[in-house]
């Protein structure tokens, strides 16, 4: 019943079949092309709101690039400024380690503009659920103790108790607690540069 | 009448999971939750529907040496639309399945389908087995995660019912061969009565 396998009918078919193919997807492509900026904008504004104080500008527009290496400054993070009348109320830096369980995990981390960490929030991760996925829970101990902890005039140690910092890990998921310090060392390291 | 037979099919005796045990490895993967077992069913079911149909209506222009890069081709085109959609419409759970949903291209239930029923069957008919093994393997993937859920993080359907850790090796890989198996021995124990 197929037709006959002979050099031209194949060449032609599957160019005609990969044709069609690659015409489908360009189509569902530009369809959801805007619901899917829509989508990744609303979530990291969602982020934004929940790690710094209440502001009255659009973060999402006043992104500045800091690198979290003074001596690289090629690799930037995105730093959202969130103000009020005009005067800067909090920065959510976006930190993204790879050192988590399960590979690259990224949070949002709020900081006042001395330096104290208001809040912190997960935007992605692969962790295991059930052990490392449990720094979601933003109620938990593990993500309220950094609340209100000065990383940048030196007196919280960055690091979990296990390893000498001051840190309390997650049960079973120390690995997951140790990235979660990296990123937020990171952060630090990117809020000192910001001026 | 007959042409129901194709759905049920799909769902008890050709379970794709329990009886014909395809597509493995997203069924031990992403079950670490009921709801994630059900969005990998869910976007399975999708693509299979889609290429059963499209595959059992190019079949008959399609030269037999090359019916394979060509199924692939409409799969992997049908498995890119279902991942912008998700990342549009569900990105929360696009974002737990993560690397499993551009993997459907490789699962072998939907290749699997494409060889053995859709080429040889009528639009209609390839359409009502892409539902039904869509059905079957949903189902099974939700069992699978529900009970993983329940015994590892005391959650069903990702309402916590009690607020200790349950037993966690359930929720890690080796609590996905376990319920496996033993989900298949009861789906086949309850099978062989009925058919004898």
């Given amino acids: 019943m197929a037709i006959k396998s002979s050099l031209r009918n194949m060449a032609l078919v599957l160019t005609l079949v990969c044709l069609g193919a690659s015409a489908a997807v360009a189509v569902i492509y530009a369809v959801t092309k805007d619901p899917i900026e829509i989508a990744k904008a609303e979530k990291t504004n969602k982020a934004i709101k929940q790690v710094v104080p209440a502001f009255d500008n659009n973060p999402s527009e006043e992104i500045l690039n800091v690198p979290a290496d003074a001596s690289n400054p090629k690799e930037t993070n995105k730093v959202y400024v969130a103000k009020k009348g005009g005067e800067v109320v909090g920065y959510a830096v976006e930190s993204t380690t790879t050192k988590g369980f399960g590979g690259a995990f990224t949070i949002m981390v709020g900081f006042t503009p001395n330096g104290e960490v208001y809040n ?31 990383l940048v005039d030196g007196s919280v140690k960055i690091a979990v108790t296990k390893d000498g910092g001051d840190i309390d890990a997650i049960t079973a998921s120390t690995i997951t607690s140790r990235a979660y310090c990296d990123a937020m060392e990171i952060a630090a390291n990117v809020f000192n540069n910001i001026k | ?17 329990f009886v014909l045990v395809l597509g493995m490895c997203p069924t031990l993967a992403t079950t670490t939750s009921a709801m994630n077992g059900m969005g990998m069913g869910a976007a399975t079911m999708a693509v299979l529907i889609c290429s059963n149909m499209v595959i059992s209506l190019l079949a008959p222009v399609i030269p037999d040496k ?32 993560g690397i499993f949903i551009p993997l459907i291209v490789v699962n072998c239930i939907v290749l699997g389908r494409a060889e053995a029923f859709a080429n040889k069957h009528s639009v209609l008919e390839s359409a009502l087995d892409g539902i039904g093994i869509g059905i079957g393997f949903t189902i099974a993937l939700t069992c699978i995660g529900l009970v993983r859920e329940v015994l590892g993080n005391l959650s069903a359907f990702d309402h916590k019912f009690a607020s200790s850790d349950g037993m966690l090796v359930f929720v890690l890989a080796p609590g996905a061969f376990l319920v496996l198996g033993y989900l298949m021995v009861i789906f086949n124990k309850i099978k062989g009565k009925k058919n004898a």
């Fill in chain 1, 120 to 150: 912190t929030s997960v935007i992605s991760h692969s962790e295991t659920p059930g052990l490392g996925a449990k720094i979601t829970d933003g109620q938990s101990h593990f993500i309220t103790q950094w609340n209100g902890k000065n």
């Fill in chain 2, 1 to 17: 009448m007959s042409k129901f037979k194709y759905l049920l099919e799909g769902i008890v005796k050709n379970n794709p999971t």
């Fill in chain 2, 66 to 97: 090359v019916r394979i890069p060509c199924y692939i081709v409409v799969i992997a085109a049908f498995v890119t639309v279902v991942q912008f959609v998700m990342q549009a419409f569900t990105p929360a759970l696009y974002e737990t399945l």
